[in-house]
């Protein structure tokens, strides 16, 4: 069983930044995608950034590439999204999810179901 804890989130003025932090109680396996995924309220899950935790991949989606920066410390097993230039539409809750034994692959951004071990979450608000 693998437990994972997000932080880092909060309320921000458009145009501002926050860093959310994931870090996962154990990392076993030499594979390890680490996703994040947000979901605002009425909207389906979305996913918007993997990475892998032993190697260099690092998938975006669209809506955030070139603003959200998706990194790791393997060290500390702690995986973080730097999201600069937050708009309104920003407004989620976050989560960190864990699959084991996989690579990442672009595709998994739409395969949330993927992932065996999700965090509690952590909340984004970005206000005018």
């Known amino acids: 069983q693998v437990h994972l804890m997000e932080s880092g989130g909060g309320s921000v003025q458009a145009g501002g930044s926050l860093r959310l932090s994931c870090t996962a109680s154990?990392?076993?396996?030499?594979?390890?995608?680490i996703g994040w995924f947000r979901e605002a309220p009425g909207k389906d899950l979305e996913g918007v950034a993997l990475i892998e935790f032993s190697a260099n991949s690092i998938y975006y989606a669209d809506v955030v590439r070139g603003r959200f920066t998706a990194s790791k410390d393997s060290a500390k097993n702690t995986a973080y999204l730097q999201m600069n230039n937050l708009s309104l539409e920003d407004t989620s809750m976050y989560y960190c999810?864990?699959?084991?034994?996989?690579?990442?692959?672009?595709?998994?951004?739409?395969?949330?179901?993927?992932?065996?071990?999700w965090g509690e979450g952590t909340q984004v608000t970005v206000f005018s």
């Open positions: 999810a864990l699959l084991v034994g996989r690579y990442c692959l672009q595709e998994r951004l739409r395969k949330a179901s993927d992932f065996t071990y």
């Open positions: 154990t990392i076993t396996s030499r594979a390890n995608c």
